[in-house]
């Protein structure tokens, strides 16, 4: 595995990380 695999491995991780923290943040809103 090479680094530019594991650099976009990690980006794609942590981006995905962030859409659901964001999707949370949403649906707690609605809730409200």
Do not use: C
């Amino acid at each position: 595995m090479d680094l530019v695999h594991v650099v976009i491995g990690f980006v794609v991780s942590l981006g995905g990380f962030y859409f659901i923290h964001k999707i949370i943040q949403v649906a707690e809103k609605h809730e409200n």
